[in-house]
């Protein structure tokens, strides 16, 4: 059974300093995994997906790694900014599953000015 | 182009009560997905569509039920409402579902008194 794990739960850094979310999941047979950013009562954003054939994927100051064989995947957040605060989800769509989602917790991230 | 819109934003209901919440996906995307989300926790899989017929189903009790109509929109049908059925309800669309990016709604707060 897949099951996906996010830790910190929560994480506090001042503004400017760079930071790793980390996501990790038990099977590795996935299509993709997907970043999502989620505001407080409100839907969730994509920010990245990473194919299972990929590597990394960028986005402005995002930066998202997929290691399949390891079950491990990151999300860096270079300079970051008080706007950055949010909950970050990460979501795995396993093979044979249709488009099912299977999401981790979330890390609730606060950036201090 | 209009993003994933759901309906109604919020909701309140008593316990035993019905109810159904809407789903429009973007423009295109023949695939929708229903999610139930209780605060602090990760979304939780409900329901797959794609072309009009059920691709997936989580672990959710038959008080639960959906479809899909010709123009891709969807409703979700909650029968017997119980309280811990409180939570925020996401609908996500995609062009097929399988492998792909996942878009997410702003979602529809369900209140259960």
């Known amino acids: 059974k897949q099951e996906v794990t996010q830790i910190p739960a929560a994480l506090s850094v001042p503004e400017g300093e760079n930071l790793v979310l980390n996501c990790s999941f038990t099977?590795?047979?996935?299509?993709?995994l997907q970043w999502f950013r989620q505001d407080p009562g409100k839907g969730l954003t994509s920010l990245l997906l990473?194919?299972?054939?990929?590597r990394e994927q960028t986005s402005g100051r995002l930066n998202a790694s997929l290691d399949k064989s390891s079950g491990r995947s990151t999300l860096y957040i270079a300079a970051s900014q008080p706007g950055d605060s949010a909950t970050y989800l990460c979501a795995v769509n396993p093979y044979n599953q249709g488009g099912k989602l299977i999401f981790g917790q979330g890390t609730e991230l606060s950036v201090k000015p | 182009d209009a993003g994933v819109t759901q309906s109604p934003t919020h909701l309140i209901k008593t316990r035993g009560q019905q109810v159904t919440l809407r789903c429009s996906p973007i423009?295109?995307?023949?695939?929708v997905s229903w999610y139930q989300q209780v605060l602090g926790q990760g979304p939780q899989f409900i329901f797959q569509y794609y072309e009009k017929e059920e691709r997936g189903r989580g672990n959710f009790p038959d008080r639960f039920s959906a479809r899909q109509f010709p123009n891709y929109s969807s409703e979700l049908n909650v029968n017997a409402l119980l309280l811990g059925d409180s939570a925020l309800y996401l609908c996500?669309?995609?062009?097929?579902?399988?492998?792909?990016?996942?878009?997410f709604g702003d979602g529809t707060r369900l209140s259960i008194l």
């Open positions: 996500a669309s995609s062009p097929r579902g399988l492998g792909q990016p996942q878009h």
């Open positions: 423009s295109g995307h023949k695939s």
């Open positions: 099977d590795s047979a996935i299509y993709n």
């Open positions: 990473i194919q299972s054939s990929q």
